[in-house]
């Protein structure tokens, strides 16, 4: 995480919603077009850690709107009003980052090529959404 920190700065204080700039903007797209390229190889480990590098780049994506949250689930609680005319969109969104937890935290967990190619859509999309991509 302290090089997430170093590409994107200090965090604002907490209680302060932050904006995401150009420059947080640029090298977030600049991280998505790494992650297709994951993807683009087609491989599962490939695929794999292209959706662990995507649910990093969301969180960072909130981290950077609600920078007083603890944890990726309290900033996506938090961005339920921005999706709030995407709900099936933020539901997606939940699923993605869950399925992301169980790939890490369960042993042997293998996750399908096609779902992990749904899975980065669940992400791009939400990126989309945030206006990052």
Do not use: C
Request: hydrophobic share 40%; glycine share 4%.
């Amino acid at each position: 995480m302290r090089l997430l920190a170093k590409l994107f700065g200090q965090k604002k204080p907490a209680g302060k919603r932050a904006n995401i700039t150009g420059v947080d903007r640029d090298k977030i797209r600049e991280w998505w077009v790494k992650i297709e390229e994951l993807k683009n190889l087609n491989k599962p480990s490939a695929l794999s850690e292209a959706v662990i590098e995507a649910d990093k780049l969301v969180n960072l994506a909130l981290d950077r709107i609600y920078p007083g949250k603890e944890n990726a689930a309290e900033r996506l609680k938090e961005a339920k009003a921005i999706f709030s005319t995407y709900k099936q969109d933020y539901e997606n969104l939940w699923y993605a980052h869950k399925l992301r937890n169980e790939m890490v935290h369960t042993v042997g967990f293998e996750l399908p090529s096609l779902e992990a190619k749904n899975i980065l859509e669940y992400f791009k999309r939400a990126l989309e959404i945030l206006g990052v991509l």
